[in-house]
Nanobody, 123 residues
Framework: QVQLVESGGGLVQAGGSLRLSCAAS????????MGWFRQAPGKEREFVAA????????DYIDSVKGRFTISRDNAKNAMYLQMNSLKPEDTAVYYC????????????????WGKGTLVTVSS
């Protein structure tokens, strides 16, 4: 079992930055592919970014490429999402997700979810 807890959300003006964190329980964090998803009001949850256990592979949706950076620190059981040049359309609840395995695509269908953290970008 893996428990995930997100933090770092808040209100920011367009063009600003936020850094989300995801704290994970357990002693085998490095064995999990980790990801970030988001759900905007009235929309379905969508994949945002993913990272393999060794950090050798990352993946992003096109709309955040060049603005968002996913990273992890296995020694701290933590994953991060640095979000720069934020836009109002980035407003959503952001969820941390995990699935055991070594290929980044596995996290498209996670086994574990956090409860989310709200990011609001004002225009």
């Amino acid at each position: 079992q893996v428990q995930l807890v997100e933090s770092g959300g808040g209100l920011v003006q367009a063009g600003g930055s936020l850094r989300l964190s995801c704290a994970a329980s357990g002693r085998t964090f490095s064995r999990y592919v980790m990801g970030w998803f988001r759900q905007a009001p009235g929309k379905e949850r969508e994949f945002v970014a993913a990272i393999t256990g060794s950090s050798d592979t990352t993946d992003y949706i096109d709309s955040v490429k060049g603005r968002f950076t996913i990273s992890r620190d296995n020694a701290k059981n933590a994953m991060y999402l640095q979000m720069n040049s934020l836009k109002p359309e980035d407003t959503a609840v952001y969820y941390c997700a995990a699935r055991q395995g070594s290929t980044v695509e596995l996290v498209y269908l996670p086994d574990y979810w956090g409860k989310g953290t709200l990011v609001t970008v004002s225009s």
